[in-house]
């Protein structure tokens, strides 16, 4: 692939894959649902936890600069067979993350262009899918023209939201949040509250898949990605400060899927409400844009290695893995239609979120495992950024994870079952494929 991203547009990226305003409008209710004025603590805490990973994932893309990055690397250190299983997680995670994009992309555009139909999970779908079309094709273009839009949007969600929190940090504070509240959520709504977290601030690894496209293929990927990471998570626990003091928990709760349109409430109404809901729809795009991104490359080292059919590893004559995007977008599609099957847009969005973010916690552990794994020998790298803050972003994974899943409802915990127990004979099966490929 043709090295065309510098470190500047490997933190845009970054950025986007986060999505700050789109994780705000989704995320923020549930977050402030489950563990109340302490959510701007906890995505402190899950931000600390993911600084963590990503210097693992600095370490790892410096050493192994590889467009498979988490699967890759958790295939060098653990082998075959487990390599194969981070692929499946991977992949689990990050098909059904474009649907969780998709989804409200096409909710917030029928709102806008169609009220009437903002609440159908029919409508929703397909318009969702006609999104996902459109991002497969910018990025088919090639990586740096996507790139450029994603530029444009990420500074302008950046500024709006910036200008939003500003204004609100000014206003009067409502009673509530004028006196010091704890949380009554208990030790449970924190840990699902730090499990949404994980998706609010998930995207900023989309960097490390880009390596072999990076003219400092060794440095810039990690720099990006940290440095992505740590920019819009200040913004997000700014903002989410601020929306909280002219807010109620109970207002935050009641809009699970339009934070953003209750905040622009909040602010006055009118400008602020349709500006916020435009800012929304456009973090929208950049994030599901990223998201296939990153799906793509991971995709490609996959069928490089001989893990899925060798023609997803393919190049174009541009250096484009062509055949991996189009694939990846027509997969795209099709789930984005099958969510038309649940009776409502909120059903299948919450479920869907509840099961992405468990296993992009389960792909974070294994990423900072492998880590530890590869540099515990290493003098020079143990104690710190190869496998000494990887090693504490493993150990508190693991515990968030565990508790999270024994907290979740019981279609959660089926579909998380399910999608866990199907990876093992695809582990099984495919590593013998690609064993020799190591």
């Known amino acids: 692939m043709r090295r065309v991203l510098g470190i500047w547009d490997l933190l845009v990226i970054a950025a986007a894959a986060i999505g700050p305003a789109f994780s705000l409008a989704t995320t923020m209710g549930p977050m402030v649902g489950a563990a109340g004025y302490?959510?701007?603590?906890?995505?402190?805490?899950?931000?600390?936890?993911?600084?963590?990973?990503?210097?693992?994932?600095?370490?790892?893309?410096?050493r192994f600069p590889n467009a498979g990055s988490s699967y890759s690397w958790i295939r060098t250190a653990f082998g075959s067979a487990?390599?194969?299983?981070?692929?499946?997680?991977?992949?689990?995670?990050?098909?059904?993350?474009?649907?969780?994009t998709a989804i409200p992309a096409g909710s917030y555009t029928l709102d806008l262009i169609a009220p009437q139909l903002a609440d159908s999970p029919q409508a929703t779908g397909i318009v969702g899918a006609?999104?996902?079309?459109?991002?497969?094709?910018?990025?088919?273009?090639?990586?740096?023209?996507?790139?450029?839009?994603?530029?444009?949007?990420?500074?302008?969600?950046?500024?709006?939201?910036?200008?939003?929190?500003?204004?609100?940090?000014?206003?009067?504070?409502?009673?509530?949040?004028?006196?010091?509240?704890?949380?009554?959520?208990?030790v449970s709504g924190l840990v699902g509250a730090v499990v949404i977290g994980i998706w609010i601030i998930d995207g900023w690894e989309v960097s490390a898949s880009t390596a072999e496209e990076a003219t400092d293929r060794t440095r810039a990927p990690g720099l990006g990605g940290l440095g992505g990471l740590l920019l819009t998570a200040g913004i997000l626990v700014f903002g989410m400060w601020a929306f909280l003091r002219i807010g109620t928990p109970a207002g935050f709760a009641d809009h699970p899927a339009d934070v953003m349109a209750y905040v622009g409430t909040l602010l006055g109404g009118g400008t602020w409400r349709w500006v916020l809901t435009v800012t929304v729809l456009v973090s929208l795009a950049a994030s599901l844009q990223t998201t296939l991104v990153y799906l793509s490359r991971s995709l490609f080292a996959m069928g490089r290695d001989g893990l899925v059919p060798a023609m997803l590893g393919r190049l174009d004559e541009r250096g484009v893995p062509l055949v991996a995007i189009g694939g990846l977008t027509g997969l795209g599609v099709l789930f984005c239609l099958a969510s038309g099957l649940f009776p409502s847009v909120k059903a299948g969005f919450d479920l869907i979120l509840s099961g992405t973010s468990v296993f992009l916690g389960v792909l974070f552990l294994m990423s900072a495992a492998a880590s530890v794994r590869v540099f515990w020998t290493e003098r020079g790298a143990r104690w710190l950024s190869g496998a000494g803050l990887p090693g504490l972003a493993t150990v508190a994974l693991a515990g968030i994870l565990v508790a999270a899943v024994n907290r979740s409802d019981r279609p959660t915990q089926a579909f998380l079952v399910v999608s866990a127990v199907l990876g093992l004979p695809f582990a099984l099966w495919r590593s013998r494929a690609a064993t020799n490929q190591i």
């Open 82 to 100: 487990f390599g194969a299983y981070g692929a499946w997680v991977l992949v689990v995670a990050n098909i059904f993350a474009i649907v969780v």
């Open 38 to 62: 302490d959510a701007p603590l906890t995505l402190v805490f899950v931000t600390l936890i993911m600084a963590c990973v990503a210097v693992g994932y600095a370490r790892l893309g410096a």
């Open 130 to 186: 006609l999104w996902t079309i459109a991002a497969g094709a910018l990025l088919a273009r090639g990586l740096k023209p996507t790139t450029l839009v994603a530029a444009v949007f990420v500074i302008a969600e950046f500024a709006v939201l910036g200008a939003a929190a500003l204004t609100a940090s000014f206003m009067p504070a409502t009673p509530h949040a004028l006196v010091a509240a704890t949380n009554v959520h208990g």
